[in-house]
């Protein structure tokens, strides 16, 4: 039984931290303090340390030697890979959800957005970044593909993608996002993939452009 609780602790723990630096309580880039980590979770070091080794392997944590651990921090060349990424598994993603979803997951997606006008205040801009990331994540969750699912949860993919926050304004944004709702109310699958495609491409093209510069 003691070893039943400890990996339950153990992936408590792990999920604590993960959800930490995915959210950015713990910032790209942060030297990962492990005494702090044992007083704010009430923990042993054990299952820090466990945690921090599975992060590392995930790439969400790095080690640098003689350093500690760091928060890990992508560089322009790591996000672009990530857009890349994005678009494959979101274009064929919103594709399955619209040829073989269910109704109910369709207006849901069609919900998203359409209390959004421009120009936008910062409150406004911080609803917007918080539906974004939601809309994406909750596509692969409705593709209905449990392969896809898993390697979202596993690997971050969205999450990580938005690191630095934004990588284009609602300026450009929520005409694409309009766009995106609109085909899947029309029930047009093809059409709905190229458009998401074109959506993450795009960023990836802005972020290439930053590199450049």
């Given amino acids: 039984m003691p070893k039943i609780e400890n990996k339950i602790l153990s992936d408590h723990v792990y999920d604590t ?14 030297k990962i303090n492990k005494n702090d980590l044992v007083k ?9 340390n466990a945690s921090i080794s599975r992060l590392v392997g995930e790439r969400l944590i790095e080690q640098r030697s003689r350093y500690g651990f760091f928060v890990k921090e992508y560089d322009c060349k790591e996000l672009q890979d990530l857009y890349a ?7 064929v993603a919103i594709r399955l959800c619209i040829e073989d979803g269910c109704e109910e997951h369709l207006e849901h997606l069609s ?14 801009l ?8 939601l809309f994406h994540t909750t ?51 093809f059409l709905a ?10 960023s990836k093209d802005v972020l290439h452009q930053h590199c450049e510069g």
């Fill in 17 to 30: 931290i993960r959800r930490m630096i995915l959210d950015g309580d713990l910032s790209p880039g942060i």
């Fill in 111 to 124: 919900s998203f957005f359409r209390n959004f006008t421009l120009p936008m205040n910062e409150k406004d």
């Fill in 139 to 189: 596509i692969i969750k409705y593709s209905g593909n449990r392969m896809m699912e898993d390697m979202n949860s596993s690997y971050a993919y969205i999450m990580r993608s938005y690191q630095k926050g934004l990588i284009r304004p609602p300026g450009e944004t929520l005409k694409e996002h309009l766009q995106i709702v609109e085909a899947i109310e029309q029930r047009d699958g």
């Fill in 40 to 48: 704010r979770l009430d923990v042993s070091l054990t299952p820090i």
């Fill in 193 to 202: 993939q190229e458009l998401i495609l074109q959506h993450l491409l795009r």
């Fill in 85 to 91: 990424v994005r678009a494959g598994l979101e274009g």
């Fill in 126 to 133: 911080k609803e917007y970044a918080k539906t974004d990331k």
